[in-house]
């Protein structure tokens, strides 16, 4: 079992900009392909962003491409999701997830998830 713990949202105003964070804990951290996806009310889940086991590789989503960047520390098993340039449509719960790759990161097909952190993005 892995357990993730994502922390970090709130609310900005547009432009700004937030670091969520995503500790992991159980299983080894390393072995597992990292992402985020987000939840917007009555939207359907999307992806944002993913990140290799060795953190060399990553994927961002059309929508945050040039403004979210995705990182991991190994050493503190932790994943990072740096927004910037917030924008009103960034709004929505962001929930970081564990799976075998990042290629199946990318399509959704993920072992584990959290509970989410939400953030709000102001106009």
């Known amino acids: 079992q892995v357990q993730l713990v994502e922390s970090g949202g709130g609310l900005v105003q547009a432009g700004g900009s937030l670091r969520l964070s995503c500790a992991a804990s159980g299983r080894t951290f390393s072995s597992?392909?990292?992402?985020?996806?987000r939840q917007a009310p009555g939207k359907e889940r999307e992806f944002v962003a993913a990140i290799n086991?060795?953190?060399g590789m990553t994927y961002h989503g059309e929508s945050v491409k040039g403004r979210f960047t995705?990182?991991?520390d190994n050493a503190k098993n932790t994943v990072y999701l740096q927004m910037n340039s917030l924008k009103l449509e960034d709004t929505a719960i962001y929930y970081c997830a564990a799976g075998a790759t990042v290629q199946a990161m990318v399509f959704s097909k993920y072992d584990y998830w959290g509970q989410g952190t939400q953030v709000t993005v102001s106009s």
């Not at 597992?32 to 996806?37: D, I, N, S, T, V």
């Open 32 to 37: 597992y392909a990292m992402g985020w996806f």
């Open 53 to 55: 086991r060795s953190g």
């Open 70 to 72: 995705i990182s991991r």
